[in-house]
């Protein structure tokens, strides 16, 4: 699948020492950046005596206590960003006199460094060997993924093996609960930096080295890919930046005003704290009908993953290459499956080539990136770990109730996913009408009651339901529920505005046509909805944190709020 990578080198890089002393390097540098976070960003003598109660004995415990006050503050990924960019805008030779960029100016310097930081990570990539480099990176993959599966079931009292993963696992869980903003952030980055350099590694058409004769330096890549995403990312984000009347700030860095800053930051700590219902009985029964109908789901790949000890796939290495054919008969053997379906599930968990034009979108597609999707098919082999395949057992199943799979899910389970999962908040809010002798309803057909059919029926850019009204004191109250997603790139978020205000599809203009429809035939939808009314409100609610949420729409008479706010709001309207 990926011709530009050489089976052959994969297979004798099995021992390589330049690959063990950048693993060595890596847990060096994630170690350093896991105690600033716990040092609440100050890495000093002061700090680390003070705190010595709490982490010196889990650096005797590992044996590692010679690292307690051996921290390079070099290796420190923000202050990293914070001088490459510096850098590169002194490079560049750009200069500004008044601190407060306008919209073009800002743009002009994003653009200009988007474009220097991406010629900056194809230098650092091309550096290295094409096979080692991809080996490496993937390497870390899947420390970044043992690390996250263990501290999300971490006991202090197990017994566990004295090395450097669990020693790094300790100290992100000692603080984890209290700071888990921050080193999901971290995390998130790391994992983001890889998936783009691995997309990078496997379909650039430029030449590598042929041999690897330098360490490679991943905090100057992490740091370098994940400014040239902010960079771009923040272009997606002007204009509503400067509609706001915010503004890009100039210093010897170019930065977000203050008061936006917050602001993002903010929906970004609400998201790292939701907990998706991926284990819900009703998300249960999702993943049974789809695997009824496909022959495999994120049970079946767990069921292989955990409940069969001996396995072809090593699970006390971080990395394997398999062959493919051997990997399927094992899990055939183990577990019985149809070996069709069992390919089907592992194409649907196989990295896919892409086109290098569109690199940075098609890196973080949810279709095909890293932690989801992380097989890499080389010739007849797979390049895999157990512990990214374990995470993505997860994703899996986000996947499924998202519809973000390489196919669309069959309208049977997309109905069982919207009524059973999607609109799981609106049986509370009926069951709220209930205690009332007040009109209203759940999920009412516009496109099928016979007092607005006509009205509504295939009519373009027209609601063809009302996901939740209630008429009160001849007051229509009628909510739009929106199930979205849980979007962590300034990128989404800027999409989620737009889904919102702009175009012709957009849920206000939606919104807006039916105010027009319900005020030119009013007695019509008096009937269909059984209740008089002379004011409508309207709300656009949203069950995970989105950024326009708490907002009011003047114009359209539109309340966005999020779908636990609304609920109890209508609790005390209706008590």
């Not at 008044?98 to 230098?123: M, P, R």
């Not at 229509?476 to 175009?503: A, F, P, T």
Request: charge should be neutral.
């Amino acid at each position: 699948m990926f011709d530009k990578i050489s089976l052959k080198k994969l297979k004798n890089n099995t021992g390589n020492t330049s690959i063990n002393l950048d693993v060595d390097y890596f847990i060096k540098y994630f170690f350093t950046n896991i105690m600033y976070i716990n040092l609440k960003g100050e890495i000093d003598l002061r700090y680390i005596s003070n705190s010595k109660d709490t982490y010196l004995p889990i650096f005797q415990k590992y044996g590692f206590t010679e690292l307690f006050t051996n921290f390079d503050t070099q290796l420190i990924h923000t202050n990293l960003m914070e001088a490459i960019e510096v850098n590169t805008l002194n490079d560049l030779n750009i200069k500004k006199e008044k601190s407060n960029l306008e919209k073009q100016e800002a743009y002009d310097i994003l653009n200009e460094l988007e474009k220097s930081l991406n010629n900056q990570i194809c230098k650092e990539l091309l550096e290295y060997d094409r096979e080692t480099c991809l080996q490496t990176l993937y390497t870390f993959s899947g420390i970044l993924s043992y690390v996250s599966l263990q501290n999300k079931y971490w006991d202090d009292e197990s017994a566990i093996a004295k090395n450097h993963l669990n020693f790094v696992t300790e100290l992100f869980n000692t603080k984890y609960a209290e700071k888990k903003f921050e080193f999901d952030n971290y995390t998130g980055e790391l994992k983001k930096s890889i998936e783009y350099a691995i997309h990078f590694v496997l379909n650039s058409e430029q030449s590598f080295k042929d041999s690897n004769k330098k360490k490679m330096d991943f905090p100057k890549l992490a740091a370098l890919i994940i400014l040239y995403i902010d960079k771009k990312e923040y272009k997606y984000l002007i204009s509503q930046v400067y509609k706001e009347g915010g503004c890009f700030e100039f210093t010897d860095r170019i930065f977000l005003s203050e008061k936006m800053a917050e602001k993002i930051n903010h929906l970004m700590a609400n998201n790292s704290e939701v907990l998706y219902p991926i284990t819900r009985s009703e998300s249960l029964n999702i993943y049974n009908a789809f695997s009824k109908e496909y022959g495999y789901s994120p049970q079946f790949l767990e069921d292989y993953l955990f409940n069969y000890d001996a396995k072809f796939l090593n699970t006390l290495t971080v990395i394997n290459l398999i062959e493919v054919t051997a990997f399927i008969k094992d899990i055939q053997n183990k577990t019985g499956q149809n070996e069709v379906y069992i390919k089907s599930m592992l194409d649907e968990i196989t990295l896919s080539p892409i086109d290098m034009k569109d690199i940075y979108a098609a890196s973080f597609s949810p279709k095909n990136r890293l932690f989801r999707t992380p097989l890499i098919k080389i010739g007849g082999y797979y390049l895999l770990s157990y512990w990214i395949l374990s995470e993505t057992s997860q994703y899996f199943k986000y996947r499924i109730l998202k519809n973000q799979l390489s196919f669309t899910i069959s309208k049977k389970i997309r109905n069982m996913i919207t009524n059973d999962f999607d609109e799981f908040e609106l049986i509370t809010l009926k069951d709220i009408i209930k205690t009332t002798n007040l009109p209203g309803d759940i999920n009412f057909q516009l496109n099928n009651n016979v007092f607005t059919k006509k009205l509504f029926e295939n009519k373009k850019n027209l609601p063809q339901e009302i996901d939740f009204y209630v008429i009160k004191n001849k007051n229509l109250y009628i909510m739009e529920m929106k199930n979205n997603d849980l979007n962590r790139s300034l990128k989404n978020v800027q999409n989620d505005i737009h889904n919102v205000l702009k175009g012709e599809k957009a849920y206000l203009t939606k919104l807006k046509n039916l105010k027009k429809v319900m005020n030119c035939n009013k007695q019509s939808m008096v009937q269909a909805l059984n209740g008089d009314f002379d004011k409508i409100h309207f709300f656009i609610t949203f069950n995970n944190p989105h950024y326009l949420a708490n907002g009011y729409d003047f114009e359209n008479d539109v309340t966005v709020c999020s779908t636990s706010d609304f609920t109890a709001f209508i609790s005390q309207m209706l008590s």
